[in-house]
């Protein structure tokens, strides 16, 4: 065998060894809304917890928040797929509870940042809490 | 289409859904670059801890770069050092588990599947920053060039790893190729 072909087969099999399927685009979704939630938190210069941070673009204070959330969707979503998979429960159901933003009763982590429409609402919603509000 | 370096530009100028956009052209890359090493399930877990380095990263970008991917995959590799530094082994994923039949094809997977054996465990046997080379470059599909980035190392180190692996992986083919030939040869 040549040097060139056994450099092609190796080539190959390589390729073939190193297949993987394509993840789910759940998966993908989740990953863009943690990022979407960390852009928001940047972007409103608050820390998950409420408090003011500096920012500084894009660490700003609450990434182990933020990886902490990630941890939390994921016990979610496999808890999520067991109770749909038993034939029950919708998460969204009322009567299930989602942290919320201290003393603003937003919901934090934001559940849905997957356009600016969202997130401009959030921050409305936020800058009315503390701003607006009594 | 825009270039990622302009994207990542532009989120760093008050517009954070272009950096969104610039992850979503490499979500699927970055999740196999993790998958093929650290499993699915675990790559599952890490991508959005890449997402959120890259972003917290971006000021530091090139934007003159138009490719993101290397710097992406930078990323990517450190998230896996620290998961790595947790007790799992840094061998590639793909390489543990016993893949039996990657191929399609009935007849290449009967004649394919001992040679894979064999350069699987001819891979194993690279040290490791020749096996991190060769399979930037065979698995992602990166120049050596975007390969160096990736690692931080000059082009001609990523070109001479490359050069040791591949004439590593020949000679033990070659050296298969010789045994199963005697073997032939003995049984006549």
């Known amino acids: 065998m040549s040097d060139e072909s056994a450099e092609f087969e190796t080539g190959e099999l390589l390729s073939a060894i190193g297949k993987v399927q394509m993840p789910e ?6 990953a863009r809304e943690v990022l979407w939630s960390a852009i928001a938190s940047d972007m409103l210069g608050i820390g998950p917890a409420g408090e003011q941070v500096t920012v500084t673009g894009g660490s700003a204070g609450g990434d182990e928040d933020h990886r902490r959330t990630v941890r939390r969707r994921q016990t979610e979503r496999s808890r999520d797929d067991r109770r749909m998979s038993m034939g029950g429960g919708d998460p969204g159901q009322l009567g299930v509870k989602y942290p919320v933003l201290a003393g603003s009763g937003i919901p934090w982590p934001p559940l849905s940042f997957r356009d600016t429409g969202g997130l401009c609402c959030h921050a409305f919603g936020f800058l009315s809490a503390r701003c607006i509000g009594p | ?3 990622d370096g302009v994207l990542i530009g532009r989120s760093v100028h008050g517009r954070p859904d272009a950096f969104v956009d610039m992850t979503r052209r490499h979500e699927v890359a970055i999740h196999g670059y993790l998958a093929r090493r650290a499993g699915r399930q675990a790559a599952d877990d890490l991508l959005a801890e890449v997402w959120l380095r890259a972003y917290a990263g ?3 970008y090139d934007t003159e770069r138009a490719d993101a ?3 992406l995959y930078g990323i990517a590799r450190n998230v896996l050092r620290e998961h790595w530094r947790n ?3 840094d061998e590639p994923a793909v390489l543990q588990e016993e893949r039996v039949d990657p191929w399609d094809g009935v007849d290449a997977r009967l004649d394919s599947a001992e040679r ?3 350069v699987i465990s001819a891979v194993r046997g690279l040290p490791a920053a020749e096996r991190e080379v060769l399979l930037l470059v065979a698995w992602e599909q990166l120049t050596p060039a975007e390969t160096a980035r990736v690692l931080g190392v000059a082009q001609g180190t990523v070109r001479s790893r490359l050069h040791r ?3 590593t992986l020949r000679r033990v083919l070659s050296e298969r190729d010789a045994i199963d030939g005697a073997g032939v040869s003995n049984e006549r």
């Not at chain 1, 685009?25 to 989740?30: I, M, N, Q």
């Open chain 2, 69 to 71: 991917r290397p710097w």
């Open chain 2, 116 to 118: 894979a054996k064999a």
């Open chain 2, 87 to 89: 007790g799992s082994s």
């Open chain 2, 1 to 3: 289409m825009e270039p």
């Open chain 2, 165 to 167: 692996a591949r004439v």
């Open chain 2, 58 to 60: 971006r000021f530091g």
């Open chain 1, 25 to 30: 685009p759940r998966v993908l979704e989740d």
